[in-house]
């Protein structure tokens, strides 16, 4: 199994949009019929999007099999550090079929050595449950100083 790990473009957009249409239909139950619609809408916000939302793409033999992304985002400046930027890892998914093989691990090294090339001050990442222990095991913690909030 030949692994390749790249940053995507815009011409990856339906890529990208054929694999979040997959992991919301197979994992999230949903049942729109959309599928058109939603990868012409997908492709536009990618385009709209690569200055803060930094896609990366895995292939195995050809075809694409998982994708990973960081978002960047400007904090406010002080006056020792005028260009503060932090990130957040989105959307890490990897077919079902090759989940486990070293994949997502390969991916989310892509996404972090991006960061540290983007001198990011902190990276975070909202988990689902299973997958906690995955980004532990590259250095992600739980921290107290990190608060929700979400609208009633």
């Given amino acids: 199994m030949q692994v390749t790990v790249r940053a995507a473009t815009a ?5 990208l949009g054929s694999l979040r ?8 139950g949903y049942t729109g019929t959309d599928r058109d619609a939603f990868l012409r809408l997908f492709s536009t916000w990618v385009a709209d999007h690569l200055s803060s939302h930094l896609p990366f793409l895995a292939e195995v033999d ?3 099999v998982g994708m990973a992304w ?3 985002a400007d904090r406010v400046p002080t006056p020792a550090d005028r260009a503060r930027r932090s990130g957040d890892v989105q959307s890490v998914y990897v077919v079902p079929e090759l989940r486990d093989s ?12 991006e960061a540290r090339k983007l001198d990011l001050e902190h990276v ?4 689902t449950e299973r997958a906690v222990r995955f980004y532990q095991r ?5 921290d107290q100083r990190w608060l929700r909030w979400q609208p009633a």
């Fill in 21 to 28: 249409w997959r992991r919301l239909t197979e994992e999230r």
């Fill in 70 to 72: 960081l978002m960047v």
């Fill in 138 to 142: 590259v250095g992600f913690q739980h």
């Fill in 124 to 127: 975070t990442v909202h988990s």
């Fill in 102 to 113: 070293g994949i997502g691990a390969e991916l989310l090294e892509a996404v972090l050595d």
């Fill in 62 to 64: 050809g075809a694409v």
């Fill in 11 to 15: 011409a990856d957009a339906p890529d």
